[in-house]
């Protein structure tokens, strides 16, 4: 099975910052990775798939990059409805996994 | 656009089997395209992918919850369903539906339902 460790596990950081979040994948999957952001009682909310396709309607100031075993999200001139928890997936085999979330905060 | 909708029950006693249903609006639930899963969310903690189930209704589910775990389809009426047997507090969690391409573009609003006797 694959594993998901991601990091850091929460981010302090300000209006118009740079965030960068990290997910490890314990066995290759090539580029089989999704980025969700979730709000606190919210459904997650696809933000990237396939590693670096940024889904319809999501701001630029979003992407992904990465492949093999090592992800990363970035999230440049943060805005203040960016405040979130954001997670990881790898969709390449089933059983699926997500990261443990990272939380966004002031 | 594709709309997912969870039902069921809000509290299960213990030892009781939980079951939840998902029904599907403005898309077809056999489009070989896709895969339906539940993934559910503990308070506070993050996200657990419980299984999957394809239109020909082949499942496939985590290695943690095999055992007490079915996920079944109904093309007829557009719908796919969770049960989980045995429950314990442990179980209390959202429950969220969803579609799978290559990811979950399409989820339920998610519905909680909480072990308690």
């Known amino acids: 099975d694959i594993q998901m460790t991601q990091s850091p596990s929460s981010v302090s950081a300000s209006v118009g910052d740079r965030v960068t979040i990290t997910c490890r994948a314990s066995h290759s999957i090539n580029d089989w990775v999704a980025w969700y952001q979730q709000k606190p009682g919210k459904a997650p909310k696809l933000l990237i798939y396939g590693a670096s396709s940024l889904q319809s309607g999501v701001p630029s100031r979003f992407s992904g990059s990465g492949s093999g075993t090592e992800f990363t999200l970035s999230i440049s001139r943060l805005q203040p409805e960016d405040f979130a928890t954001y997670y990881c997936?790898?969709?390449?085999?089933?059983?699926?996994?997500f990261g443990g979330g990272t939380k966004v905060e002031i | 656009q594709v709309q997912l909708q969870e039902s069921g029950p809000g509290l299960v006693k213990p030892s009781e089997t939980l079951s939840l249903t998902c029904t599907v609006s403005d898309g077809s639930i056999s489009d070989s395209s896709y895969h339906w899963d539940w993934i559910r969310q503990p308070p506070g903690k993050g996200l657990e992918w419980i299984g999957s189930v394809y239109y020909l209704g082949g499942s496939l589910y985590n290695p943690s919850l095999k055992s007490r775990v079915t996920i079944s389809i109904d093309t007829s009426k557009n719908q796919f369903s969770l049960k989980l047997a045995s429950v314990t507090a442990a179980d209390t969690a959202l429950y969220y539906c969803?579609?799978?391409?290559?990811?979950?573009?399409?989820w339920g609003q998610g519905t909680l339902v909480t072990v308690s006797s």
């Open positions: 997936q790898q969709t390449s085999s089933f059983p699926l996994a």
């Open positions: 969803a579609r799978l391409s290559r990811a979950y573009e399409y």
